[in-house]
């Protein structure tokens, strides 16, 4: 069983930089592709960010494309997403996922397509 813990987040200025680290233990972590995603209050789980087992690959929200880097180390078991350029309507619960399918596919599903899943972590932005 997968169990993966995210970094605490926190409060960030409109423009300023963040990285959220995402720490996995149990299974094989260079064996799934990886995800980060964020959800608001009563709203749906919307995708941010992938990337394949490998590395090779990196998606990414239109909302983000340009701004945020999604990238992982797989000797540490880590996955990292580096947010610059942050605006208030990044704000939100960002949360790291899982998942065994290719990335290109599951990102497909949104967050059905994920089958392992952090607690979150809440990032603020101050304008």
């Known amino acids: 069983q997968v169990q993966l813990i995210e970094s605490v987040g926190g409060l960030v200025q409109a423009g300023g930089s963040l990285r959220l680290s995402c720490a996995a233990s149990?299974?094989?972590?260079?064996?799934?592709?990886m995800a980060w995603f964020r959800q608001d209050p009563g709203k749906e789980g919307e995708f941010v960010a992938g990337i394949r087992s490998n590395g090779d690959n990196t998606y990414y929200a239109d909302s983000v494309k340009g701004r945020f880097t999604i990238s992982r180390d797989n000797a540490r078991k880590i996955v990292e997403l580096q947010m610059t350029n942050v605006k208030p309507e990044d704000a939100s619960v960002y949360y790291c996922a899982g998942t065994r399918d290719p990335m290109h596919r599951a990102m497909l599903a949104g967050s059905r397509g994920m089958d392992y899943w952090g607690k979150g972590t809440l990032v603020a932005v101050s304008s």
């Open positions: 149990g299974g094989t972590f260079s064996g799934y592709d």
